[in-house]
């Protein structure tokens, strides 16, 4: 096994660490409304639990808006329940058969508070990267001591696992300027 092939083992497990702070990134709140923010939320609906989205057509008609038409009208009340349990600090109001939901303007210390949930799910990111670079120079360096690899190869995986690294970052790093922006 030469180092090239360590580093294209671990390239997928930090792609799934970027996806996963994607997703976790589009659940919170811009200055604009959007389903993701309520889409995952759980519903206890008839003693088994279900997403949103599962229940119901999510959609963001205005602006400050969400609305949720669900499925079947039994599941408003859960939803609405779900909702204000959720610690979202949205307003529901059910007109006939949809809930609306109205999101109150962003203030600056809840920006503020947005900018530092931000800043800490990217070092959650960085960190679980790292974990893996280490992981993967282990596996690097034991292989050269298995003489499986020889020791230029060794510090060529070194240099090359530190550059896919510092790529990976570079995202991380893009991503949470994009959704600053926005927030802002």
């Known amino acids: 096994m030469n180092y090239k092939e360590f580093i294209d083992k671990v390239k997928p497990e930090f792609e799934k660490s970027f996806k996963f702070l994607e997703q976790e990134l589009a659940k919170i ?28 057509a999510i959609s963001a008609p205005q602006i400050n808006q969400i609305v949720i038409q669900p ?13 204000s349990q959720s610690g979202l600090g949205m307003s ?6 949809i809930i609306r939901l109205n999101l109150p303007m962003l203030t600056e210390e809840y920006r503020l508070a947005l900018n ?6 990217a070092e959650q990111a960085k960190q679980v990267i ?19 690899i020889s020791e230029d190869d060794k ?22 300027e994009k959704k600053k922006n926005e927030i802002i």
């Open 71 to 83: 499925w079947d009208i039994s599941y408003i009340e859960p939803i609405e329940k779900a909702i």
């Open 116 to 121: 530092k949930i931000l800043n800490e799910k």
């Open 29 to 56: 709140r811009t200055s604009r409304a959007s389903p993701t923010l309520v889409e995952d939320i759980e519903v206890n609906a008839f003693g088994s639990k279900f997403t949103i989205k599962q229940l119901g």
């Open 155 to 176: 510090f060529r995986g070194k240099d090359e696992l530190q550059k896919v690294v510092d790529e990976y970052h570079e995202k991380i790093k893009s991503l949470v």
């Open 130 to 148: 790292r974990r893996q670079r280490e992981d993967t120079w282990n596996k690097i360096q034991a292989s050269q001591k298995a003489k499986e």
């Open 92 to 97: 529901c109001a059910v007109d006939k058969n």
